[in-house]
């Protein structure tokens, strides 16, 4: 069973536009923790956000901003103001306390395609 | 800056060569370090788990004798790809995780492997 859900594939926005991208995971753990990362055309990873599954505060960075709910397992992340620096793929990721916190499971990803 | 290096970035082999990877931990020791790979618009799938002092553990579906991984001291870990056939093109990236505590898994910058 697929633990990490990012059912949006593709997503294309015009600058400045809001997006939401969407993570729903899946875990039998109590204490686990999520992920976002960046991966732009270079290739690398960009750590975005960790949060554990205790603290249900969402949280703001910026022009980003990310909604966990553990009631319907999802952690969401959206970005005000769309820029066309923010294209990219975006992975939601998780880690369980199974693996010792250790490895991580991604989403598919959802690519963003943000134009001028 | 970075705290896992990965080296080369970009590599470009003939077929039936073998290329080796390394994944190096910066500023801290790692005992354990993974590698994922990642197909063209795909997301990262562990491929196994590299263990200082200690065989790898690979994941379902790894060749054990194709992806051959070293773990050779506590900051440097190499993934060797053998006898490289053109599917094996792909991104492969390597992380690590902090010893102490919980932390972000930190990845390498990843290495685009291309067999020709």
């Known amino acids: 069973a697929q633990k990490v859900t990012q059912a949006q594939t593709e997503i294309s926005v015009v600058e400045k536009e809001d997006v939401t991208l969407d993570c729903v995971y899946e875990?039998?753990?109590?204490?686990?923790?999520l992920f976002w990362y960046k991966q732009p055309p270079s290739g690398e990873l960009v750590f975005l956000i960790r949060?554990?599954?205790?603290?249900?505060q969402n949280e703001i960075s910026g022009r980003y901003s990310w909604n966990f709910q553990k009631s319907t397992s999802s952690f969401n992340f959206t970005i005000t103001a769309s820029q066309v620096v923010d294209s990219a793929v975006y992975f939601c990721?998780?880690?369980?306390?199974?693996?010792?916190?250790?490895?991580?499971?991604f989403g598919k990803g959802t690519m963003l395609l943000v134009s001028p | 800056g970075a705290v896992v290096s990965q080296h080369p970035s970009r590599v470009i082999c003939k077929s039936g060569t073998s290329v080796k990877i390394e994944c190096r931990s910066l500023?801290?020791?790692?005992?354990?370090m993974f590698w994922y790979r990642q197909f063209p618009k795909q997301s990262l799938m562990l491929m196994a788990t590299?263990?200082?002092?200690?065989?790898?553990?690979?994941e379902q579906g790894v060749e054990k004798d194709k992806f051959l991984i070293n773990h050779a001291s506590l900051t440097l870990s190499t993934l060797t790809v053998t006898s490289a056939h053109p599917e094996d093109s792909s991104f492969y990236i390597c992380?690590?995780?902090?010893?102490?505590?919980?932390?972000?898994?930190?990845f390498g910058q990843g290495t685009r492997l291309t067999v020709v």
């Open positions: 500023d801290f020791q790692a005992t354990t």
């Open positions: 949060r554990n599954s205790f603290d249900e």
């Open positions: 992380s690590a995780p902090r010893p102490r505590g919980v932390t972000e898994a930190f």
């Open positions: 590299s263990n200082e002092g200690s065989k790898a553990t690979y």
């Open positions: 875990t039998r753990d109590t204490t686990y923790y």
């Open positions: 990721a998780l880690s369980e306390a199974q693996s010792g916190y250790s490895t991580l499971t």
